[in-house]
């Protein structure tokens, strides 16, 4: 009974936490994030300059394409076609920072779980450059 | 009971210090927090240089940011991030015109963690 009381009492602590995540399909919940009712997956990368892959959720590998300068692929542990992308240029780790510039994002050509992405500087010249990028899903 | 009371109580808690901390903070031109989540303050440090703290640590997350103010049109320009010189909790984000002159902008961070 002790038990019981005590489990009551942990699952009003963490209702608010859980509250978003009833009867939705399995999913990473940042409830805090969006409406109650709606499952958010959130998956991350940080790419180097040379396209090495440094930290990130849910992302598996990160590469330069043969496409030349600032062109990378990133690829997920999942299928992300239809889920939104948004990236920034910008250091990995804390030292240094980057000159204006700014990204494209498109989903990966013939790789469901890929996303396709380019830096540039504000010319337009197609350069190779350190991005953050997030996926949410 | 208390103890077992107690003892879920710690588990909730470290639990929540120990996970990582997503977040996202709206800046005003001139550094200021217009509103946020889990951002604990903003500055100003030079022109088009902002630092963001979040309440833990964040330098290990992903930052993705967008130019825009709280309301308004914001001009054409560029922001690009990354995690404050030796200050875990912090985010560094410059922010430029549309000639690359960095310049205060109002921005749109993300922090994922």
């Known amino acids: 009974m002790r038990w019981v009381t005590a489990l009551a009492f942990a699952a009003a602590l963490g209702a608010p936490a859980m509250a978003g995540g009833l009867n939705q399909t399995p999913g990473r919940l940042h409830n805090a994030y969006g409406p109650r009712g709606v499952v958010h997956t959130s998956l991350t990368a940080v790419v180097t300059t040379k396209g090495v892959l440094r930290r990130g959720i849910g992302a598996v590998s990160a590469a330069p394409t043969d496409d030349g300068?600032?062109?990378?692929?990133?690829?997920?542990?999942?299928?992300?076609?239809?889920?939104?992308?948004?990236?920034?240029?910008?250091?990995?780790?804390?030292?240094?920072?980057?000159?204006?510039?700014?990204?494209t994002v498109v989903g990966l050509n013939g790789n469901p779980s890929g996303v396709y992405v380019t830096t540039s500087t504000p010319t337009g010249r197609l350069r190779n450059m350190p991005f953050h990028l997030d996926v949410g899903c | 009971?208390?103890?077992?009371?107690?003892?879920?109580?710690?588990?909730?808690?470290?639990?929540?210090?120990?996970?990582p901390l997503s977040g996202w903070a709206v800046i005003s031109p001139d550094g200021e927090i217009v509103r946020s989540s889990h951002a604990v303050g903003a500055s100003n440090n030079g022109s088009g240089i902002y630092i963001i703290e979040f309440a833990r640590a964040v330098q290990h997350c992903a930052f993705t940011a967008a130019l825009g103010d709280e309301a308004g049109q914001t001009p054409a320009g560029y922001v690009t991030v990354a995690a404050a010189f030796q200050d875990p909790t912090g985010v560094y984000v410059t922010t430029f015109d549309a000639g690359g002159a960095m310049v205060n902008r109002g921005f749109h961070l993300n922090v994922r963690c």
Do not use: H, K, W
Request: aromatic share 8%; with cysteine; charged share 10%.
């Open chain 2, 1 to 19: 009971m208390r103890t077992a009371i107690l003892l879920l109580c710690a588990c909730f808690a470290t639990a929540a210090s120990a996970a």
């Open chain 1, 69 to 103: 300068p600032g062109t990378y692929a990133v690829v997920f542990d999942r299928n992300i076609s239809s889920c939104a992308f948004v990236a920034t240029v910008g250091e990995p780790d804390s030292e240094g920072s980057q000159p204006a510039a700014s990204t």
